[in-house]
T-cell receptor, first 115, second 115 residues
Framework: DQQVKQNSPSLSVQEGRISILNCDYT??????FLWYKKYPAEGPTFLIS?????DKNEDGRFTVFLNKSAKHLSLHIVPSQPGDSAVYFC??????????????FGTGTRLTIIP | KAGVTQTPRYLIKTRGQQVTLSCSPI?????VSWYQQTPGQGLQFLFE???????NKGNFPGRFSGRQFSNSRSEMNVSTLELGDSALYLC??????????????FGEGSRLTVL
């Protein structure tokens, strides 16, 4: 039962354009969402997060949008740069895990930025 | 500040054997989590330890076990290895200030191949 879904295994975007990565979730208990970025032969690194009390969070070129009614979140990267080429994982956490750092991850989207 | 260190980085085992993987968290981090990454499955939560106690456990068989030592270092063990256990095993640490943030710091992983 995949509670966090990333339906696009891969995405190619021209350098300088906007990259939009999507994520859907099914568990209504999730109230904290994160994006992680992973380069080959490295562990995932935290990118940006959003709490369910917000619908948008920005950090430089990265913006995460949350639509609770649709159980959908997206990551926007503007402008896209070659160094953004990586696998992006969406992850979610529930208040029930308070004090427990358990994340439920999606299967990842491989983003390729074309120079 | 040193990052999360995992050893060994690569190992090859045969079916039926057992394996022990080690993880040293970032200094001061008290929570250590383990994840299994396989193609198409994303990152699957194995278990999380805090102060030498397992706080949370994922849906893996009892062949997968772990422990945490008083210095927060952690080990995970897989007994009676199966071909399907071939994966990248990722360890992550977090500060755990009592408020869940989901911001985990991952090691580079231990790549296990079962023949």
């Amino acid at each position: 039962d995949q509670q966090v879904k990333q339906n696009s295994p891969s995405l190619s975007v021209q350098e300088g354009r906007i990259s939009i990565l999507n994520c859907d979730y099914t568990n209504s208990m999730f109230d904290y969402f994160l994006w992680y970025k992973k380069y080959p032969a490295e562990g995932p690194t935290f990118l940006i997060s959003i709490s369910s009390i917000k619908d948008k969070n920005e950090d430089g070129r990265f913006t995460v949008f949350l639509n609770k009614s649709a159980k959908h979140l997206s990551l926007h990267i503007v402008p896209s740069q070659p160094g953004d080429s990586a696998v992006y994982f969406c992850a979610a956490s529930a208040a029930a895990n308070f004090g427990n750092e358990k994340l439920t991850f999606g299967t990842g989207t491989r983003l390729t930025i074309i120079p | 500040k040193a990052g999360v260190t995992q050893t060994p980085r690569y190992l090859i085992k045969t079916r039926g054997q057992q394996v022990t993987l080690s993880c040293s968290p970032i200094s001061g981090h008290r929570s250590v989590s383990w994840y299994q990454q396989t193609p198409g499955q994303g990152l699957q939560f194995l278990f999380e330890y805090f102060s030498e106690t397992q706080r949370n456990k994922g849906n893996f068989p009892g062949r997968f076990s772990g422990r945490q030592f008083s210095n927060s270092r952690s080990e995970m063990n897989v007994s009676t290895l199966e071909l399907g256990d071939s994966a990248l095993y990722l360890c992550a640490s977090s500060l755990d200030s009592g408020r869940p943030t989901g911001e985990l710091f991952f090691g580079e992983g231990s790549r296990l191949t079962v023949l």
